[in-house]
């Protein structure tokens, strides 16, 4: 599994160096108002694609389920279904979309969303083909069709950008999901007979629709504070907020191919036995891991991204102090995802429990943003009110949860404060580094702080590895002057 996941950091760790180049260079051609503009065809546009069945999760949770239970009927069936389904789901949502664009009136909104009506349906098409060749587990090559779909959407933009405005980054993903879709389908097609059977679209919705609505809440809660600034501030400011979360999302994604990779393996055990205390090391160690790499990752923000900013877009320098507040959520979103992914899986199936999770974070994310703005606390009151949404939800997961691994984790209190050790550790870093203004202003001075908050955060890896166990240092040891 660590190989798996490696190689789908390799390809995310590729997108990122492509995508955080393309976001500033975008950013900087476009400026605050337009990239608010942009982001805010984002947010219609996403919200109008979560409406679906639910038949795409479906699939992902099924096929590897019933092929633990050795059951390639119903495994034929599942698929059949799901994906035929999910295409017609699809068009009749991306017409939609299309017919509602050409009624409105401003031709950024109007052509903006009909190309996005259109890259809908493509990138859906090359999800597909990805969620087949994931439950197949050939991960390599998914990282490399990965790799080569953003490299081609990066050029596209590059080239188009100058010429087409902010249409070329909404036509980008049409070109690089066209090229997905031809490479997955040489590999692994998708395989399925056209097929609307009554018995499993029956099934298949009543499971289905309780996971596209977790979907959809729980896009809605992710996007509940730009959606309170775009419904209240300006686009400019909007702008600002987006460049922060951005960021932030992205380092919040980064390990989560631990998930990609651990979710067909904890399907498909699941299917086997249907106890959770048989995988207990896979829960322990996957959640440890998630926790002391949010930890660094905040570290790392902090040094890193403010000059950056100030260096590369300084136009967005009003999106540091949101950024800063917004770092606390990588934290959050590390604790819960174990939790979540056990609660979403076939032997549990408590999806209507996530959504009331999501859609609780979602009102409260709201509520309170709202509330700040009104106190005139802006675009850093919307991000505290992120940060306690997001905090909710972990604790809410946390202790739902609890309940179905009992057998090995009542007792087991240290585990979650061992939680909280890393993050304490680097609040009391930075609480230093703030205390004595010790903050890059030079690119040799970040180099410089950054190695040494490297070195500063080895005792924290060490703890990881000893509870790990990733690392045996006895292996090292030297015996007759050879190593053993």
């Known amino acids: 599994m660590l190989g798996s996941t490696l190689s789908l950091s390799a390809s995310r760790i590729f997108g990122a160096a492509i995508s955080g180049v393309q976001a500033i260079y975008v950013a900087r051609v476009l400026g605050p108002e337009q990239f608010g503009v942009f982001n805010l065809i984002?947010?219609?546009?996403?919200?109008?694609?979560?409406?679906?069945l639910g038949a795409r999760d479906v699939a992902l949770r099924d096929i590897p389920y019933f092929r633990g239970q050795k059951d390639p009927v119903r495994e034929k069936l599942s698929r059949d279904v799901s994906l035929t389904s999910e295409i017609l789901g699809r068009a009749l949502t991306s017409s939609g979309l299309a017919l509602v664009a050409l009624m409105l009136k401003g031709p950024l909104l109007r052509y903006g969303l009909l190309l996005w009506a259109v890259s809908m349906f493509l990138v859906r098409m090359?999800?597909?083909?990805?969620?087949i060749s994931t439950v197949e587990q050939d991960f390599v090559f998914v990282s490399w069709v990965n790799s080569t779909r953003l490299a081609i959407i990066f050029a596209v933009v590059l080239l188009s950008i100058h010429w087409l405005g902010i249409?070329?980054?909404?036509?980008?993903?049409?070109?690089?999901?066209?090229?997905?879709?031809?490479?997955?389908?040489?590999?692994?097609?998708?395989a399925f007979s056209f097929s609307l059977d009554r018995s499993q679209f029956g099934r298949m919705v009543t499971v289905g629709l309780p996971?596209?609505?977790?979907?959809?809440?729980?896009?809605?809660?992710?996007?509940?504070?730009?959606?309170?600034?775009?419904?209240?501030?300006?686009?400019?400011?909007?702008?600002?907020?987006?460049?922060?979360?951005?960021?932030?999302?992205?380092?919040?994604q980064l390990p989560g191919d631990f998930i990609t990779v651990l979710q067909p393996n904890l399907y498909r055990e699941l299917g086997k036995e249907n106890r959770l205390a048989d995988i207990k090391g896979l829960v322990v160690h996957t959640t440890r891991a998630y926790v002391y790499?949010?930890?660094?990752?905040?570290?790392?923000?902090?040094?890193?991204?403010?000059?950056?900013?100030?260096?590369?877009?300084?136009?967005?320098?009003?999106?540091?102090?949101?950024?800063?507040?917004?770092?606390l959520t990588i934290f959050f979103s590390s604790v819960l995802v174990v939790p979540y992914t056990i609660l979403y899986s076939p032997g549990i199936n408590r999806q209507m429990l996530c959504v009331g999770i999501w859609g609780g974070s979602a009102l409260l994310t709201a509520g309170i943003g709202y509330g700040l703005l009104?106190?005139?606390?802006?675009?850093?009151?919307?991000?505290v009110a992120s940060v306690l949404g997001q905090?909710?939800?972990?604790?809410?997961?946390?202790f739902l949860t609890r309940r179905y691994y009992s057998e090995w984790m009542d007792q087991k209190w240290h585990f979650y404060l061992e939680m909280l050790g890393p993050i304490g550790y680097v609040g009391c870093i930075l609480g230093l580094l703030g205390h004595f203004g010790l903050h890059a202003?030079?690119?040799?001075?970040?180099?410089?702080?950054?190695?040494?908050l490297l070195v500063v955060y080895v005792p924290c890896l060490l703890l990881f590895n000893r509870k790990a166990g990733l690392v045996r240092w006895k292996s090292f040891r030297f015996v007759n002057g050879s190593r053993a």
């Open 42 to 52: 984002y947010l219609i546009g996403w919200y109008v694609g979560l409406m679906h």
């Open 374 to 383: 009104r106190l005139g606390y802006g675009l850093s009151g919307v991000a």
């Open 126 to 131: 090359a999800e597909l083909y990805n969620t």
């Open 391 to 398: 905090a909710m939800a972990a604790a809410a997961f946390l």
């Open 293 to 327: 790499l949010s930890a660094l990752a905040i570290l790392m923000l902090w040094t890193w991204f403010p000059p950056l900013i100030h260096l590369l877009l300084p136009k967005y320098e009003p999106s540091i102090p949101v950024l800063r507040i917004l770092s």
């Open 211 to 252: 996971l596209a609505a977790l979907t959809f809440v729980y896009w809605l809660y992710q996007s509940a504070d730009r959606s309170i600034i775009a419904a209240v501030l300006s686009k400019s400011e909007l702008g600002y907020y987006a460049m922060a979360a951005f960021i932030v999302q992205f380092l919040i």
């Open 167 to 190: 249409y070329g980054p909404l036509l980008a993903p049409i070109v690089g999901s066209l090229v997905a879709v031809a490479l997955y389908s040489r590999r692994h097609p998708l």
């Open 441 to 452: 202003s030079s690119v040799p001075a970040l180099l410089g702080e950054s190695v040494l």
